[in-house]
């Protein structure tokens, strides 16, 4: 992948969930990739992607790519979800680069088009006269009625707890 002779990396998690192994390199181009998809499994995509910006640049990204089909088992997609944030740290100690992590559950933003769109979201909102503005956090303006004044002024931080019951049963099997 380094050396470029590919552009497209599938990882899949093995039958014994002991290990993460690359079922498919090869060369993809953008518009052929939601084809690579599987439509009931989960798959980890490192991807290559030369494209021109909406701007007429032509730049190359490498994205990594959790893909995550809507009918894929809720135990696939957990073991998946899971693996991802080790699976990506493991990529960057080998040297991978990564312009964007984005997590994909429909063939339809598996496109060039829907790909230029999630790298450039920002900057094409920027670049079209429209600011994304951060959201800013609630500000408490008066005393707590149990813990007194001792926050006053700073962002609240609001922490929700989940009914025991909130996941169903407790008796989950993976």
Known sequence: FKSKNINFI??????????????E?????PNALSTKANSTL???YVFDFNH???????????LFIYWCPSKSSTQARMLYATTKSSLVDQLEKEGLSFS???EISSSEELTEKSLVSELYFQSAQAFQGH????????VID???PLFGSKNVGKSA????IPPSDAYGSSNLKF
């Open 52 to 62: 021109v910006t909406q701007i007429g640049q032509h730049k190359t990204a490498t």
């Open 131 to 138: 600011h994304h503005h951060k959201t800013t956090p609630n």
């Open 157 to 160: 931080h609001k922490v929700v």
């Open 142 to 144: 008066k005393p707590h």
């Open 100 to 102: 964007k992590n984005l």
């Open 42 to 44: 989960p798959r980890f």
């Open 25 to 29: 390199a090869s060369n993809v181009q």
């Open 10 to 23: 599938e990882l899949v998690v093995s039958d014994d969930e002991k290990s993460i192994n690359a079922s």
